[in-house]
C-alpha cells in the first residue's frame, strides 16, 4: 500500500461484447453497449449451466473521465494505469491513442500514460480484450479444466508517481533468523528518479509491530544521489526486540513503512506488511517456527456463478473466512495467480499458501517458456514479502525439463527463502521426462500410493499431497453422492496419514466450479458449492481439523416419508463424547469419532446431539419437517444497511407449514429486485438453486440511494421479500 493521488476508474463504463473499430475507441457514438462497472465478467451469465458454451472472443469498454480540477501535473511527474489481475489479451488506448498492447496474466498491467493525459478536459480511455488468446498465452491450452473468464475482472485506476519514487515491487523484506531472540531483518528497495536532474534523497525506514507500536527505525546515514532517469537500490537491516511469530493460530502482522525525503519533505511513502516466521519441508514433515505443523487445506478456483471471475474483495475474504472456519491453514492457488484481496486475507487469518503460476497440463518451451517467466517473475515480486505464502509452484501435471530448469532458477534467484515445485499426476511420466530431482518438495497429484517414492525424487525427501480426494459428481442436496464424497475423503486421508516426510494435503477442491473440458459443464466436486453453501464433507473436515468444540447431526427426518421405520442419521464432531437424544429421551451415549452412524427409527419431532470436549460443548439438531410450504428471505444484518456499491448476501430456506427447513427439497427459485441494485444471478430469469432446502444469491448496490427488495418465488410456495437499504458510508481505513 502506498501514499500517493489516485482516481478510482471503476465506474460507469461503456462495454459491448464485440470488437470495436478505432472510431469507437475514440469516443463515436455507441449503440448496444450496456453500462457496468469493474470489476466485470462478460461470462457471468453464460456459465455453470448444462448445455451452455461460455463466449469465447472480444469485448471493449470505453470511459469518459476528467481528472479533477485543482490537480496538476508534478513537474517530471508520471501518471500510470494500473490494472489488476485479468486473463486476457488485447490493447488500451488513451484520447485516440495506442498506449499499449496487454496481456492481463492474472496480474494486471502499469502503464505509463502521462503524456496522453489532458487535464482539464474530457479524456476517453478504451480496453479492447479477448478471452480466445494464443496458444502461447498462459495457461497455453484452449480447453483447461476451468474457465478462462473474459473480461476486465480487476479494477482500474489512475495513480500518479512524484518524479522520484519508490518501485513497489522492488521491496524484498528477508528474515533468516526468526527464531532468535532478537531476529534480524533485512530489506532493500529501488528509487528511481524519472526527473532531468541528479536527486539527492534520503530514505526513512520504520518497522510497526502487531500491536502498533514501533518496532525499528532506520534512517540513510548518506544521501541516495539518484542519477537522472536511472535508478538506485538502498539496503538496510533492522533488529527485533521481543519478535512477534507469524502463526495460524496468532498470526502476528508487522508493517515497514519507507519514506522518500526530498529538501526535508517527504515525496514518497510505501507501507508493506510482512510477518516474522520460519518454515521448511524436511524429510520429517513441514516445520514451523521450529515444530512440526500438518498443513490442511484446498485447493481454490477464483469464480462464482453470476460473477465469472470478477468477484468483489468481500467475496475473495469470505473465501478466505470459510477455509479458517474449517479448520484449514493451507490452500492453493489453483492454477493461476489469484486476487490480493484473497492474499491479504489469508494473511491476516494465519492461512499458508501455495501460489502459482497459470498452468494445466501445459508446460513447454519457447513463446510459453518466455511468457511463464515473465509471469513468475511479476507473481514473486508482487507476493514474496506475504508471510502466509511458503511455496512456489511452477505448473500442473505437465513437464518439460528445460522449462522447469528455467523456471526453478529464476524462482530460486528472486526468492531464496521459499521452495519450488510443480505438482505431478505421473511419477512415471517425470522419471521418463528427467523432472524428478528438480524440486524442493514434491507436489502429488493423487499417487499416494507411491508418496514414499514421490518424496525420493524431491531435494529435500519431502512431499506433500496438492490434489486429493476428488469426486466431480458430489452434487449438494444429493445425500447418497454427498455421502460418496464424505467416504472417498475419509479414505484417502488415512492413506496420507502417517507418513512423517508428508507435510499435508490439499483437498481437490474448495469448491463447485464450470468447466468445458469435455463438454462436463459443471463439476460438483466442492466441499462447498459454486455460492459456497457447505456440503456434510465440510462438517467432516471442521470433525477433524477444528481444536474448538464442533458437532453437526446429517438426517432424513421427514414426517411423511416411510413411517416410523429406522432412519440413517449421520453424526460429525471432535468432541470426546456423544449423547443423542429424541424428542428429549436419550437415545445413547458414546465416545466421539469424527464421522459417527447410527440407524435411528424415526419418531416425529427432535433429534438433538450434545457434544462434550475439554475446551466446551456443542450441540446440533434436527427437527423433523412436513410438505414445503413456504420460503424464507434473510440478510446478514451487518448489511442490512449497504454502502452505494456493496455486495450484500441474500440466502434463502424453503420452510414447512411450521415453519421448519424442508431439508430434502431441491428445485428451482425465482428471485427479482427493484430499486438501486442488482442481483448477480447465474441466469437471466433469475433462477437460484435450492438444495437441502437452502439457497443463496448476491445482490450488489448499482451507486444510487434508497431500499432495494428483493422478492423470491417458486410455485405454490408462499413467496418471501427482504429490504436492503443502499447509501453512502463513510469508510476510514485502518492505520
Known sequence: MRTEYGIDLNNDWCFVRKKQDRQWLRGSASTGHETIDLPHCWNARDAFQDGVDYYRGFGAYRKQFMIPSGTQKVSGGTWLL??????????????????????????????????????????????????????HILPGIDSPDFLLYGGLSGRLRLVQRPPVHLVGDSLRILCVNALDPQPVVAADIGVMNRSDGTADVRLRWLVVGPDGKQAAAVESDEPLIVPPTGSLTESVQFRISKPFLWDPEDPGLYSLVVEVVEDGAVVDRLRERFGLRHTEFTASGFMLNGRRTELRGMNRHESMPGFGRAMPERLHRMDAALLKDSGCNFVRLSHYPQHPAFLDACDELGIMVYAEIASWKSVRTGRWLQLAMRQIERMICRD??????????????ARSRRA????SGLCRQLDPSRPVTYAENHLNRARRNQTTGMVDVWACNYETAVLRECAAASRKGATVVSECCNLPTALRGDPAEEMKQVAMIERELRVISGEQFNAGYLIWCMNDYATLRKKRYRRYSGVFDAWRVPKPACDLLKALQLRTPFVRLVADWREDRNGNEAREVHCFTNCERITLLRNGRELLSVDGEPHLKWSVDFDSGELLVKGSHR?????????????????????????????????????????????????????????????????????????????????????????????????????????????????????????
Not at 502521462?114 to 480484450?129: D, K
Not at 514474496?384 to 501435471?397: F, L, S
Not at 522447469?404 to 523456471?407: D, P, Q
Request: charge should be negative; charged fraction near 25%; glycine fraction near 12%.
Open 384 to 397: 514474496r514479502n506475504r508471510p502466509g505464502i511458503i511455496i512456489w509452484g511452477m505448473g500442473n501435471e
Open 82 to 135: 494500473e490494472s489488476e489481475g485479468f486473463y486476457g489479451t488485447g490493447d488500451v488506448w488513451l484520447n485516440g491513442t495506442k498506449v499499449a498492447d496487454v496481456d492481463g496474466e492474472y496480474l494486471g498491467f502499469s502503464l505509463e500514460v502521462s503524456r496522453l493525459l489532458r487535464p482539464g478536459e474530457e479524456n476517453v480511455l478504451a480496453v479492447r480484450l479477448t478471452n480466445k488468446c494464443r496458444s
Open 615 to 735: 475446551l466446551g460443548s456443542a450441540e446440533d439438531r434436527v427437527e423433523s419437517w412436513g410438505s414445503a410450504h413456504s420460503i424464507q428471505l434473510t440478510v446478514d444484518p451487518a448489511t442490512a444497511d449497504a454502502d452505494r456499491r456493496e455486495t450484500v448476501q441474500v440466502d434463502l430456506e424453503v420452510l414447512d407449514e411450521h415453519r421448519r427447513r424442508c431439508r430434502d427439497w431441491m428445485g428451482q427459485v425465482i428471485l427479482d429486485s427493484t430499486g438501486p441494485a442488482i442481483l448477480r444471478g447465474y441466469r437471466s430469469d433469475g433462477h437460484t438453486v435450492v438444495a437441502g432446502g437452502i439457497g443463496r444469491s448476491f445482490l450488489v448496490g448499482t451507486g444510487g440511494d434508497g431500499k432495494a427488495v428483493v422478492r423470491a418465488a417458486s410455485g405454490a410456495l408462499r413467496e418471501s421479500t427482504a429490504t436492503i437499504s443502499f447509501a453512502r458510508i463513510e469508510r476510514h481505513p485502518s492505520a
Open 404 to 407: 522447469y530448469l528455467a523456471l
